[in-house]
Every structure is written in structure tokens, then in C-alpha cells.
């Protein structure tokens, strides 16, 4: 193991030298007893600030300050309970004048009278009024209690003043006269019918008045008095698609409807009778059923309808051509609101419907899974809840792309828009600000031109004109916009085809003249147009519904709100410029929310709403021009 040695610094033997020298003194001391004290050396230089001690205990609290100034007045705190009654009070000072005293008062309130002298005055009593005679109060002069006597009532006219029945009035003295018969009428000698107001329904014509024709007879149809053909008995009818095997003629009809064949011979001259329309009620409630309902061919031949009733969506497959019966689906409620339907088939064979569904102001379009729409699928196209409204005045085609192209208005922004689907079932679709002008796009209806493109009729409401968007392509995300009629108002409830010359048809109503319009497009955009007032008498063409016929001219349903009736009227030429109209359906009133066709039997179908029944109708017409009871030779 190897040891070191530490060597002792000098400085350390120094200082233990010094230390073993101040030992040996202090001993010496001792050991001697020692010298005095001497006198204390003066004081050290300070030493080095220690560290801060722990903290002492807490000091007795100081007097308070002086207040602050003072704060905001708080907020008004709740009301405090009813404290308790008063005392009664007492009654004021009572001044008395000189004579009375008020000796027997109870504190003063009661005081006599102290009479100097006979009693008797030097001056009459005065009064405001006389004490013998009859008053009465405002409230008993208002509500008739008051018995005046009639010499009491001053201002009363000659004729009148004996109290009895008066011989004349002047008209000046008749208070409170209507307005209308102010005078002015003393000399009218004759009056139109239509201008009496008010008239009793059993006096709503007179036989004396008509003019019918020679074929035509005098027909009471449940409420008023018309010319036409009588026809079969009332009730009695034909299925339109009967028919007399070879060899036989149709002679009538019997009591069930059903066609009367006879043998027929070289000498016989018997009529022919097609009968009448099939007219049938498909749906009924609760509520309106047959709103904004829109009506189409399947692909077996048999109708099928989009309707409105108790605020929901339905589609009606009807179980024959006629449409005499139908079965009913529902597909989505819409909550309160317009549904503005538009249905068309798509290229799958299955139902496509656009529609506004309320609930949420949405546009939305429902694509059926079985012919008779079992199940669907609902989707949005374009809106969200709280944010926007679209979707009204819908109506629907397929494009030449074989995809669902629509037109539909959007109330938020008063624009017109086309949604084009992007595929078969529209669950997507391509959205396109087609006419941004103020306020248009209501009453929309879309058809595709010949050129391929859809061209849409419309309203410009803020101008009251009929307005035409032509695309210029598949997806309409281009197109022209003039304006067909702008005299009026008109634009209202437009429906537009194309006529077998291959220009645009639209027909719509005119408000201000309460007519039928039609307008013909001379080019493919409809630049130029020709209109014409195609029906005028009474208040027709709203509701109105277009289709083309076996015979290539237009046929087109709309509403007569003067009598309540649904019409028909079959367009002369292509162009339409003229038409025959016919009453189709007068039971009450009907034919709102028309919807036309043409049935796989080349005949029409009209679809629409009977007001008085709240029914979805069907009728269904026995001939292409819809005439009621055509017989043939």
C-alpha cells in the first residue's frame, strides 16, 4: 500500500504559533492572579446585513377611511306585498257663510241654517233647466231605451211629420244610402244580366232569352239553362273503347252503358253514337285531394298521375285507359304549400316527379322504383331549410341525353333556373340561373324543341308579359329570352308543346281581358311569335293545360271561373289562331288545376281538381275533339 505525506503550508504554522503563544499568556495570567481590565477598545467596523428574519405577527386594524364617493343607482329590485289599509280619512274643512252654523256636526260636517227675517225673497228662483220636463242620458239616447216623444223631435220632413207612412221622401233626406244607388240611375231603362248582382239562384237565366240552335234544345245542367245537344238520358254512358264486331252497327246505348250492336242491311240508315265523356272521381280527402296534379302515358299504355292532397304528395296509376278507376300512392308529406307537380317517364319506364316540397322550401324531385311508385327515392335538388325558397311552378321533360331536364322558379331571388339531372334517377342534378331579370319564372313549363334543346314559357311578372327561354344546349346553362305579349297582364299559367310543324305552341291566360291566348312561335327560339285571343267569352283560360292531338292540332283544357265549368277547346290549324270550345264537365264547380293528354287510345284525358267535392277527377273524351255526344251517319 503506498502512503503520501501532506506538507503544512506555512500560513497554517504560522497561525497555530500565534494561537499556542496566546494560550501561554492567558495562562500566565491565571497562574499569576492577573492585572486590572484595562479600558475597552474602541468598536468594530459593522458587520454584514444577516438574512431576513421569519415575518411578526399582524398589527392592530386601523381606524376606517373616509366614504367613497357615490355609485350608479342599482337596478329597480321586485315589488314589495301590499301593505295594509289605511285608516278612514276625515273630512276637509267644510266653509260655511254667514247664516249657517254647525251646531249638532259631527267634526263640522254637518250644518244648519239659520234663517233672519220672513223668509221671504225680493228676486224669482233661477234654474238651468225646466223641472217639469222629460231628460234622458247620452248612454239611454244611444242604445234606444229613451222614449221621445216624436213632437219632440225637431228637423223632421214634410212627408214625414204626421208620423204615420210617408207619401215621398226626398233622396237628400235618406240618410246612409249604399253606395251604387246615389243617385244617377232614375232613367236606366235596361240592364245586363250578367251586370245584376246577388241574383237568386232560380233566377239565374230565363228560357225567354236564349237563342239555341236549330239541332239544339234547351238543357238545365243542375244550375243554370244552356243550349245544346240532349244526348243520352242523364247517368247513361259507353266506354269509349267498345266496339261493334264486323258485321254489326252500333245503334245506342242500353241503361247499363254498354254499346247496342244490330245486324246492319243495305237499306238501313242508322245513326252512330260514341255517348258520352267517362267523367270519374279517382281520389277524394280528407282535405283537397287533386292539386297541382300533372298527368302522363306509361309505358303500358295506361295513365299515371301526380297530385296534391292533405298536404302531401300521391301518384295515381289508373287501371285502364280511361282511367275510370285508379290506385293511389303516397310518396312524401310536403307540409303546407303549393306542390306545383310536374311528372313525366323517365327512360327506365318509371315515374319522375318534380316537386316543392313546403316543409322546408325545398326543390326536390322523387324518382319511383315500381310503375306504380310502391317506393322511391326523394331528393333534394336544390335548398336549404331556412336559407332559401325553390321549387315552385316545377315542370319536368327528358332531354335528348336521355336525363331529366326541369324549370322552376326561385321566389328568394324572383329568378328562373333549370336543374338538369345527372343521371337516370335524378339524384343530382346541375343547377343553371337561366333568367336572373327581376321577379320572373312563375308558371313555368319546359318541352323540348326540335333543335334538341328545351324551350320553356314563363311569366316576367315583374312586367306582366309572356317571356320564352330558348337553350342552347342539353343542360339549358345558355339561352335567349324574349318576351312574347306584353299588352296586359298576362304570362299566367303557361303550357307550351311543339305543333307537328315543329315550332313552339304556348297557351296561357290573360288576366286583364279574362280570355284564352295562344301564341305561335314563327322561328326555333321564338323570336318572333304570332298571339292570338283564342277563346274570349266569359272568364276562361286559367288552369289551362296543352297538349297535341291524333290530328296533329292543339287540344287544351282550362277553367271558366264564370260558370265554374271545365272546358275543351280543339285548335283549328297548327298554328291555333282560332278553336272550337266545349263545356266538358258542368256538374258544379270544376276544373281547376287541369292537366291533358293524350290517352294510347289517340284520345284526350283531362285530370283536374272539383272544387265543390274536393276531388281529383278524370274524364275521359269520346272523341279527339272532346265534342260531347257526336253522332256520325
Not at 251586370?195 to 239544339?216: D, H, K, V, W
Not at 313549363?445 to 320553356?456: H, K, N, R, V
Request: proline share 3%; aromatic share 6%; charged share 15%.
Amino acid at each position: 500500500m503506498n502512503h503520501r505525506a501532506i506538507q503544512p503550508s506555512k500560513s497554517g504554522i504560522i497561525i497555530l504559533a500565534g494561537a499556542l503563544a496566546l494560550i501561554a499568556v492567558i495562562a500566565a495570567v491565571i497562574a499569576y492572579g492577573g492585572g486590572e481590565i484595562g479600558a475597552q477598545g474602541p468598536a468594530g467596523t459593522q458587520g454584514q446585513v444577516g438574512d431576513t428574519g421569519p415575518a411578526g405577527s399582524s398589527g392592530l386594524r386601523g381606524f376606517p377611511g373616509v366614504a367613497g364617493p357615490k355609485g350608479e343607482q342599482g337596478s329597480l329590485g321586485p315589488k314589495g306585498s301590499t301593505g295594509t289599509s289605511g285608516t278612514d280619512g276625515k273630512s276637509g274643512v267644510l266653509a260655511i257663510g254667514s247664516g249657517l252654523t254647525t251646531a249638532g256636526g259631527i267634526e263640522s260636517n254637518v250644518v244648519s241654517v239659520d234663517f233672519d227675517g220672513t223668509g221671504e225673497a225680493n228676486t224669482a228662483a233661477r234654474s238651468d233647466h225646466d223641472h217639469d220636463a222629460d231628460y234622458y242620458t247620452a248612454s239611454e239616447l244611444t242604445d234606444g231605451t229613451a222614449d221621445v216623444a216624436w213632437t219632440s223631435i225637431t228637423g223632421v220632413p214634410g212627408d214625414l211629420n204626421s208620423g204615420g207612412v210617408a207619401s215621398s221622401v226626398e233622396w237628400d233626406d235618406i240618410l246612409g244610402r249604399p253606395p251604387g244607388l246615389d243617385d244617377g240611375d232614375n232613367f236606366l231603362e235596361t240592364i245586363e244580366w250578367n251586370e245584376i248582382l246577388n241574383r237568386p239562384a232560380t233566377l239565374n237565366t230565363t228560357l225567354g232569352g236564349m237563342a239555341c240552335g236549330s239541332s239544339e234544345i234547351a238543357i238545365f245542367n243542375g244550375s243554370t239553362w244552356v243550349c245544346g245537344d240532349a244526348g243520352p238520358s242523364p247517368g247513361d254512358y259507353a266506354i269509349s273503347s267498345q266496339s261493334c264486331v264486323d258485321g254489326l252497327i252500333a245503334t245506342g246505348i242500353d241503361a247499363t252503358g254498354n254499346l247496342v250492336c244490330t245486324t246492319s242491311s243495305s237499306n238501313d240508315n242508322v245513326p252512330f253514337q260514341r255517348a258520352k265523356h267517362v267523367s270519374t272521381a279517382l281520389a277524394t280527402g280528407p282535405g283537397d285531394a287533386g292539386l297541382w296534379n300533372s298527368v302522363t302515358i306509361g309505358d303500358d299504355g295506361f295513365p299515371v298521375i301526380a297530385y296534391e292532397a292533405n298536404n302531401a304528395l300521391y301518384l295515381a296509376k289508373c287501371d285502364d285507359v280511361a282511367c275510370t278507376s285508379a290506385t293511389s300512392m303516397f310518396i312524401e308529406n310536403t307540409g303546407v304549400g303549393d306542390l306545383h307537380a310536374s311528372l313525366i317517364i323517365g327512360t327506365d319506364g318509371l315515374p319522375l316527379i318534380a316537386y316543392k316540397n313546403s316543409i322546408n322550401s325545398e326543390f326536390k324531385i322523387a324518382h319511383c322504383q315500381t310503375v306504380n311508385c310502391e317506393t322511391s327515392v326523394k331528393s333534394v335538388v336544390e335548398g336549404t331549410k331556412g336559407t332559401a325558397d325553390v321549387g315552385a311552378y316545377t315542370s319536368i321533360a327528358i332531354g335528348t341525353d336521355g336525363l331529366g331536364v326541369a324549370s322552376y322558379y326561385d321566389t328568394t331571388n324572383g329568378n328562373l333556373k333549370v336543374a338538369h339531372c345527372n343521371n337516370t334517377a335524378c339524384t343530382s342534378a346541375d343547377i343553371t340561373l337561366v333568367d336572373g331579370s327581376t321577379d320572373v319564372g312563375r308558371y313555368t313549363s319546359l318541352t323540348i324543341g326540335t333543335d334538341g334543346f328545351p324551350i320553356i314559357s314563363y311569366q316576367d311578372v315583374n312586367n306582366s308579359a309572356l317571356k320564352v327561354a330558348h337553350c342552347l344546349n342539353v343542360a339549358c346553362t345558355d339561352a335567349s329570352n324574349p318576351t312574347i305579349d306584353s299588352l296586359g297582364d298576362v304570362g299566367k299559367s303557361t303550357s307550351i308543346v311543339i305543333g307537328k310543324d315543329g315550332r313552339a305552341l304556348i297557351s296561357y291566360f290573360d288576366l286583364t281581358s279574362n280570355d284564352l291566348k295562344t301564341a305561335h312561335c314563327s322561328t326555333l327560339s321564338c323570336s318572333e311569335s304570332t298571339t292570338s285571343a283564342l277563346v274570349t267569352t266569359g272568364g276562361v283560360g286559367d288552369w289551362n293545360s296543352m297538349t297535341i292531338g291524333t290530328d296533329g292540332h292543339a287540344v287544351i283544357s282550362y277553367y271558366d271561373s264564370f260558370n265554374g265549368y271545365l272546358e275543351v277547346a280543339h285548335c283549328s290549324d297548327v298554328t291555333c289562331a282560332s278553336a272550337t270550345s266545349v263545356d266538358v264537365d258542368t256538374s258544379a264547380n270544376v276544373g281547376q288545376h287541369t292537366s291533358i293528354t293524350i290517352g294510347s287510345d289517340g284520345l284526350p284525358l283531362v285530370i283536374y281538381h272539383d272544387v265543390e267535392s274536393r276531388n281529383l277527377k278524370a274524364v275521359h273524351c269520346s272523341n279527339s275533339y272532346c265534342l260531347p255526344n257526336v253522332r256520325n251517319r
